[in-house]
């Protein structure tokens, strides 16, 4: 099966982000770049599925030419060929990115799967798979935390958890879906992977893009978080204390 | 710790291995009322200690970082951070196995037990590597990781436990105060804090904090690409975090040690990638931490090549995947060398900055000595901050040579090779025709100075009897027989050399021979017009520099000082200058010629009217006299044992003094002569000895053979411990020796007995060689070393250590009495 890709360049930042004067944008002057943590589990999940299944994983991405860097990364952890949708936009809006990215499909062979981490790691718009998907006539399920495949029937099955349990679909594949952090633990790129990433050709595609319909206007960092030292005890007197915070954060399994 | 205090005896600004060292060692030392500051948190608070590779290699050719870092180790050792693992300098290449010849001989002359192995025996100690891309190793059992941060948080505890030490971690500091020149006061976002005396350990921040009191420490943060690789069965077997020795890759500028599970994986070989501290993202903004920046993965690309040729199972190990790359920041100087010691521009405001792992505990431990006593016991001239000039000290330059030094971490670098950026900033007067003669120019303290003429290389068939070639590239580079023809042209005629690399200094008022007296050994309370050359000495008694002062009048001293030592000279000279004497640095305005050979009366008495005879000019004195219409100071006196003299001009009369001396000189055969007369060929002949050389902190005159026949009776810097030399026998004394071969040591090899032995003296300090050149008046490649007293016997024959093999040596002279000219008639003609 073909497997299909979408990540997307972002900056990587600390607990704090740095942000330009105007206020405008990330201040990604001493910034190395990313993708999220979703899409990382998008690139492991297609590999797997490729690695199980047959077939080749495409990562593909729209951004600026920098971004090959990402492709190259998602090459080295297993992924086959690699597309760039280069923009002149730095930061184009999801409308303009969905169109891009059916556009550039649209020149590959069909995939059977189209794979997106569930929203992007700096904007978070939460829109353009459901946007690619839509244009695409594809089927989507988004938060998706396990995916099979059945090549007997070309179906596919995507879980997600729900407050209440998890829900399972059923899809007639080609699909898209996109995925959240948990599906699987990525894994590291290898040196021969990044060696052999090194070597492969990326295929750019400059399309003409209209603007989308949405503008940010600034962005403005939450107040600084206000610390206080609780003392929960000393000595043996604090640990039923400790264990009720533990309890508290949920990070005790109650048996 | 939730208040500062208003008031400390001393701040230390830096929390990491060398902030720590420091406060520990100055507790040790009795000093109290310590408060050490960091912005981070602890035990890490985010420097390059938190991130560093931690492994120690103990053998370099500097005598000064060996030290260091041995004493280092020893620290380490004690705190129980350390663990021996033993490491593996590889050589893939002929030139580097050669090198390991070289490296053996340093190993021996600072006594680290080391040795030349086979590719088999590199298989044997390291299963998983390679040998076939081997020729062979350097093998240095010693060598170990160590935990800087437990030992940091153990320094601090042991401190704490003294009573000594309180720690303001997550506290910035925004301001330094002076008054009157001095640091008063540190502004903190938790407080102000009084304090007189300031350390700033912050590693790749301390340029952002030094400027915050007005002073520069000279350092830029550069990036060391780091990988670690992982899981690999083979390592995660051993349970432990190190099982195998340390693999330095030297040919490709790498190394490859396993932490754990992994293979980590350094390069110095990417292209050199340079942060500027302000750029330094906060805690906060930092996804790992400030000194961990983002993995530039195509800077590394060539290098996982190297490490996989090398490596080709384990790193090959499915599933084993990169877990961890950074751009880890580490600390460039314009030199290689550390910054440590007081600021020239602000009293109590000290720098123990651009320190790696293995020199940190050490350094702390100098620092504090420093501090307390106003000397180390490990001589640190090569890592003084105070060593720069001014325009050395600029981001300019600093940028330029720590792009350039980069990739010479693990380069092979020849003792004379010389820098290619940034050259050209100070330049003689006779520039334009030292260019026009085809001169080599060598560089000292940003001066450019003629190491040999081009255009004398017709002297060589004039002496081609007696100038030796140098069949060995590595003796021959960075040489040129051209400075062996120039000696000999000197010693039949007569030479000019361009000195305008001295720096030069007056002092001048009421106090100043009370102050000068108080430098100097030797007594300046002479007439006027008198020259005398003195050795300076620390505190402790040691070399702190060697001059020559000129009494200009009953209350003005002229001081002229080498070219590499003139600006740890200048702060030497002004720290606690009295009220009454007025100090100027002269080094600017004032061009030197040097013109010296049996001819130099001749052609100095056709262009000036002045008495220049024996009688009216004797050896010894400096006077004014006037040359085609320039006045000159000159100066009766010689570093290559020929008549003649130092002609000191306005810098912007220098052309015209130049061309009326050459013009002058033409009847009288004058050639120029480069540096390799005046600082090697003519001053190892005459056993003159060498600031930084032969002279450091850790020998004294006596040992060096410059003890006067008498003490003055004014007080001086050093007098006490200079007078406890003068009565027990030295344990060292310096020698002259004479290659028995035509082989050429560089410098630093070691001396040893007929049978091989180390030698040592009775303060264990190794004999090796502190200069070497050729003697070629006397026929005789010569070098100079401290041996001890069963050693330094005139014709004893001892060996040298050079490039893998021993040569015989033997003690032509024991002291300072020349080889050539030893009555000095030349000099007194």
């Known amino acids: 099966m073909d497997v299909l890709v979408c990540v997307k360049r972002v900056p990587a930042t600390g607990s704090e982000v740095p ?62 060929h690699a597309v760039l949708v280069e923009t002149t936009d730095p930061d184009p809006d999801p409308q303009a990115t969905a169109t891009a990215i059916t556009e550039a499909v649209a020149t590959l062979s069909t995939p059977d799967l189209v794979i997106f981490g569930n929203e992007s790691a700096d904007a978070g718009n939460y829109q353009v798979a459901i946007r690619v998907a839509h244009a695409l006539s594809l089927p989507i399920v988004s938060a998706v935390k396990a995916i099979t495949i059945d090549p007997a029937t070309n179906q596919a099955r995507f879980q997600r958890d729900s407050p209440a349990g998890n829900e399972t679909y059923e899809v007639d594949l080609p699909s898209a879906v996109a995925v959240k952090e948990g599906l699987n633990l990525p894994r590291y790129p290898s040196i021969k992977g990044r060696l052999r990433a090194k070597k492969t050709p990326i295929r750019t595609v400059n399309p003409e893009l209209a603007p989308g319909g949405l503008r940010t206007l600034r962005f403005h960092s939450p107040p600084e978080a206000t610390r206080e030292t609780v003392i929960l005890g000393r000595g043996p007197e604090a640990a039923p204390h400790v264990a009720d915070l533990l309890t508290d954060l949920g990070l005790t399994i109650l048996t | 710790m939730t208040n500062l205090p208003n008031s400390a005896k001393v701040v230390v600004i830096g929390a990491g291995i060398v902030g720590n060292s420091v406060s520990y060692h100055l507790a040790e030392r009795g000093w109290r009322d310590i408060l050490l500051l960091d912005k981070g948190p602890l035990p890490d608070p985010g420097g390059s200690t938190g991130h560093a590779s931690n492994f120690i290699f103990p053998v370099d050719h500097s005598k000064e970082l060996t030290a260091l870092t041995l004493d280092s180790m020893a620290q380490y050792e004690k705190f129980g951070t350390l663990t021996t693992c033993g490491g593996i300098e590889v050589a893939r290449e002929p030139a580097r196995v050669e090198e390991f010849g070289r490296r053996m001989a340093s190993a021996t002359s600072w006594g680290v037990p080391a040795e030349i192995i086979t590719p088999d025996r590199i298989a044997e100690l390291v299963p998983y590597l390679d040998k076939n891309l081997l020729l062979s190793g350097f093998w240095t059992p ?96 051993t349970n432990t975090e190190i099982a195998f020795p340390i693999v330095r890759d030297m040919d490709t500028l790498m190394y490859e040690r ?113 501090m307390t006593e106003g000397h180390t016991e490990i001589d640190l001239h090569g890592a003084d901050i105070a060593r720069f000039y001014p325009h050395q000290r600029t981001s300019y330059h600093v940028r330029a040579r720590a792009s350039e030094g980069f990739n010479k971490t693990y380069g092979i670098v020849h003792p004379r090779e010389q820098w290619s950026s940034n050259r050209g900033q100070r330049l003689s007067p006779f520039h334009q025709r030292e260019v026009t003669l085809g001169a080599e120019f060598f560089e000292v303290g940003g001066w450019e100075r003629p190491q040999w003429y081009e255009s004398n290389r017709p002297l060589l068939d004039e002496y081609a009897d007696r100038i030796a070639d140098r069949q060995h590239e590595w003796d021959a580079r960075w040489w040129s027989p051209i400075s062996t023809a120039e000696h000999l042209a000197m010693r039949d005629r007569v030479a000019m050399i361009d000195l305008t690399a001295f720096a030069q200094f007056e002092f001048a008022g009421p106090g100043a021979l009370d102050h000068v007296q108080n430098l100097a050994v030797a007594q300046l309370d002479r007439p006027v017009g008198r020259l005398v050359y003195t050795p300076l000495l620390g505190p402790a008694g040691g070399f702190r520099g060697d001059v020559t002062f ?280």
């Not at chain 1, 993708?35 to 589990?41: A, K, N, Q």
């Not at chain 2, 030295?730 to 040591?745: I, K, N, Q, S």
């Open chain 2, 142 to 237: 010693s060598a170990a990781v160590v935990d800087p941060l437990r030992t940091g948080a153990l320094m601090r505890e042991h401190a704490t436990a003294l009573g000594a030490l309180r720690i303001g971690a997550q506290t910035e500091v925004l301001g330094i105060e002076t008054r009157a020149g001095r640091v008063s006061l540190v502004r903190t976002d938790k407080g102000d804090v009084e304090t007189d005396t300031v350390v700033i350990a912050c590693g790749v921040w301390s340029p952002r904090i030094a400027r915050l009191a007005g002073a520069s420490i000279p350092l830029t943060p550069a990036v060391h690409q780091m990988i670690d690789v992982g899981p690999i069965p083979e390592l995660a077997a």
């Open chain 1, 19 to 80: 942000l330009t004067e105007d206020g405008r944008e990330v201040d990604t002057r001493h910034l190395g770049f990313t993708i999220g943590p979703h899409e990382e589990c998008a690139v492991e999940e297609a590999v797997r599925l490729v690695e199980r299944h047959g077939g080749s994983v495409t990562v593909l991405t729209v951004g600026p030419p920098e971004s090959a860097e990402q492709l190259r990364y998602a090459l080295s952890l297993g992924a086959d």
């Open chain 2, 550 to 829: 000129v009494r200009l009048a009953h209350d003005r001293f002229r001081v002229v000082t080498g070219g590499a030592d003139g600006a740890r000279d200048r702060k030497w000279f002004t720290d606690n200058l009295p009220g009454d004497v007025t100090f100027a640095d002269l080094t600017s305005s004032v061009c030197t010629v040097g013109l010296w050979g049996p001819r130099a009366r001749d052609v100095l008495a056709s262009v000036t009217d002045d008495d220049v005879t024996n009688e009216g000019f004797p050896f010894g004195t400096g006077r004014w006299i006037t040359v085609a219409g320039v006045p000159v100071l000159a100066l009766r006196l010689s570093y290559v044992g020929e008549l003649g003299w130092e002609l000191h001009a306005p810098f912007e009369q220098g052309l015209r003094l130049w061309d009326t001396l050459w013009e002058a000189g033409q009847p009288h055969g004058v050639v120029p002569a480069g540096i390799g007369v005046y600082g090697t060929t003519g001053r190892l002949e005459k056993g003159y000895r060498l600031m930084g050389a032969e002279l450091d902190s850790e020998y004294d005159p006596v040992e060096a053979d410059l003890a006067l026949p008498k003490v003055k009776s004014q007080p001086f810097i050093g007098k006490e411990a200079y007078l406890e030399a003068r009565a027990r026998d030295r344990a060292a004394v310096l020698c002259t020796l004479t290659m028995d071969e035509r082989r050429y040591p560089q410098g630093g090899e070691p001396i040893l007995t007929p049978t091989g032995e180390r030698i040592t003296d009775a303060k264990g300090r190794p004999s090796y060689v502190t200069s070497a050149g050729a003697g070629p008046s006397v026929g005789a490649y010569l070098l100079m070393a401290y041996l001890p007293p069963r050693h330094a016997v005139e014709g004893e024959g001892l060996l040298v250590e050079y490039m893998g093999t021993r040569y015989p040596v033997t003690v032509a002279r024991v002291g300072r009495r020349p080889l050539f000219d030893p009555a000095d008639d030349r000099m007194k003609a």
């Open chain 2, 258 to 370: 396993q932490s754990g599970a992994d293979l980590e994986v350094g390069s110095y070989a990417h292209r050199p990638i340079l942060h500027e501290p302000d750029d330094i993202p906060s805690i906060a903004a930092s996804p790992l931490s400030p000194t961990q920046l983002p993995f530039t993965a195509d800077d590394f690309d060539p290098q996982m090549q190297d490490a996989l040729d090398l490596f080709p199972q384990v790193l090959a190990t499915p599933g084993a995947g990169v877990r961890h790359a950074i751009n880890g920041l580490l600390s460039l100087t314009p030199d290689g060398s550390p910054l440590l010691g007081e600021t020239p521009e602000v009293a109590g405001l000290w720098s123990a900055a651009a320190v790696w792992i293995k020199e940190g505990p050490g350094v702390g431990r100098m620092v504090a000595q420093w």
